[in-house]
Structures are given as C-alpha cells and as structure tokens.
C-alpha cells in the first residue's frame, strides 16, 4: 500500500510536492501560493493513487493495456469507453477512502471543488483546457464519486482524439486531482496577459461575470470585458453587461496579479480568478497556447 503522507499533499506542504505526480495545474497554485498570492486551500490527490486505484481491477489493468498498445483510433475509442465505465465500477479502497476524507476533514473544509490535474495538461504546447472534469460545490460525502469522475475523464472521447491528433504517448495519461476550498464568489472571471482577440502583447484583457468562474470558462454566459494597458495599468476599454459591476480597486487588484504571475514565468499567462468580501483569489494560471 502506498504511503498517503507523501500522495495526499497540502497545498502549504512544499518540501512534499512533487511535479511529476501532481502536474502542472497544482504545481503552479504551489507556486502562486510561494509568490504571496491569495490562492484558496487545498490538497492534491498525486497520480500514484489513481495508479494504485488501477491495481485494485486486473480488468482494468487489460484495458488500458490494450489502449496503450491499440495504434487504430476506433479501436481506442471503443476501449477508452470501457475503461471510463470500468472505473466508476470499481470499489474505491477502504482505506484510499479513509485517507481523504481524513484529509478533508482536516482541512475544515465545508465544501469544494474536485478538480482533475493530468500529469500533460497545461504545458507549453498542450493545454486540454476543458477536456477533464471539475466538479464545484462538493460536499463530504461526494467526494469519492467526484474524484472517480475525475478520474474517468482522462478517458473521454475528446481527449482521446485530442491525444491521438497531437501524438501524446497514452503512457503519459495519468491524473491527479485538485481538492480546491469552494469560493463562493461574487464575481469571478479570467485575466490573460495578452489581448488574445488581437494579438497585442501590451494590453492585458480580463472577462467576468458575476458569480462562480465557470460560468465564464464553460460559456455559461457572456462576459463583460475589460482591457487595459499594461505598462500604466490605464483603462482602455470597459464594456458591462447585465447587472455586472466591478470597482476600479477590484480591477487595480486583478491587473497587478495579473503583472506579478506573468513576470513569475516570464510568459503570457491565462488565469482564473475570483472576488469574495473584497478580496482576490487566484484560482489557477496557464500559459496561453492560442
């Protein structure tokens, strides 16, 4: 059995957070964390125990035996179907289940989110932005089920074809998962450092909605749009929509944000965010890849 101290890790745990078994998406919130960025706690599930998740099924282990060594694109398809359903199939093991809502617990969570963190998500050339799945709002007693969702997403047709077209080694496709404290925010949005609607590297471009970020990242609604100038931080377009408002403090505390994560990684940056009692979280950051 593996050893949960070192594969379920707390986001303020370091000395203990390896990037090879959490990717990148949690590594960087670790890394925003490290930079004083306001990013809501959380602990991250490693890929090893999706690994150890895999043994518990010799069916299981056959199929996706079978996935990595199929080079016919519908034969993988078909095989990735199964494997999605084999693994909500599989009984979590006690004690796997014990440790993490342990974990929980000792978080004082109420609720979270359940977010999937695949070992090849958010590079440089690749972002699977959307493909895997989140699950917000989810309490104690969901928690399981939510991480087996997770888990089984790595396996849907999109990523499937996303892998195939885009030659990714199947042996590269391994998860973690992301047990991020739920925001309920008043607003929310994302920020990327480059104006991807024209190109230009010297305006910052930020899109928001009231409510939870996903109403924006799943195109639940039309944002409200806001560019700026990024060397002055000056206001050069501000178009709301609906009912939504933001306060030119809010907006000053999303641009510098904004400047400090790209300066980090010295690259356009795609970031997540949200606003609850006047106070900005970060909720991840990506590089652009468009």
Same mark, same amino acid.
């Given at each position: ?9 707390? #986001? ?9 078994? +959490?990717?990148?998406? /949690? ?17 991250? +599930? ?14 299981? %282990? ?55 963190? /695949? ?14 799945? @989140?699950? #917000?709002?989810?309490?104690?007693? %969901? +928690? ?7 888990? $089984? &997403? ?8 996303? /892998? *195939? *077209? ?9 998860? &973690? ?7 309920? $925010?008043?607003? $929310? ?19 928001? &909605? ?25 206001? #050069?377009?501000?178009?709301? +929509? ?12 999303? *641009?510098? /944000? ?6 980090? *990684? ?18 991840? @950051? ?5």
């Amino acid at each position: 059995m593996i050893d949960f101290g070192r594969e379920l890790i707390n #986001l303020n745990d370091t000395n203990l957070i390896d990037k090879n078994t +959490i990717g990148p998406k /949690a590594y960087r919130l670790a890394e925003l964390k490290n930079i004083g960025l306001n990013v809501p706690n959380a602990f991250f +599930i490693s890929s090893v125990v999706f690994d150890e998740f895999i043994l518990q099924s010799e069916e299981l %282990q056959e199929l996706i035996t079978k996935l990595i060594k199929s080079e016919d694109l519908e034969d993988r398809l078909k095989i990735a179907d199964e494997v999605k359903k084999n693994i909500m199939k599989v009984e979590f093991p006690e004690k796997m289940r014990i440790k993490i809502i342990q974990k929980f617990e000792e978080n004082k969570f109420s609720k979270v989110s359940v977010r999937s963190a /695949a070992l090849c998500e958010d590079t440089k050339n690749l972002s699977f932005a959307g493909q895997f799945k @989140t699950f #917000l709002n989810v309490e104690k007693e %969901q +928690i399981i089920e939510s991480i087996k969702k997770c888990w $089984a &997403s790595l396996f849907s047709k999109q990523v499937m074809l996303y /892998a *195939y *077209y885009n030659n990714i080694d199947f042996h590269e496709l391994k998860m &973690s998962v992301i047990i991020q404290e739920m925001i309920q $925010a008043e607003k $929310a949005g994302v920020m990327f450092t480059k104006n991807i609607k024209n190109g230009n590297i010297n305006e910052l471009l930020i899109e928001f &909605s009231n409510g939870l970020c996903e109403n924006i990242v799943s195109g639940i609604v039309n944002p409200s749009i806001i560019i700026i100038e990024k060397k002055s931080g000056r206001i #050069l377009q501000k178009k709301l +929509i609906n009912k939504n408002s933001i306060s030119d403090k809010e907006i000053k505390l999303i *641009y510098e /944000a904004g400047l400090k994560i790209e300066k980090n *990684y010295g690259s356009p940056q795609d970031i997540e965010w949200s606003i609850l009692s006047n106070k900005l979280f970060i909720l991840q @950051t990506r590089p652009i890849t468009t």
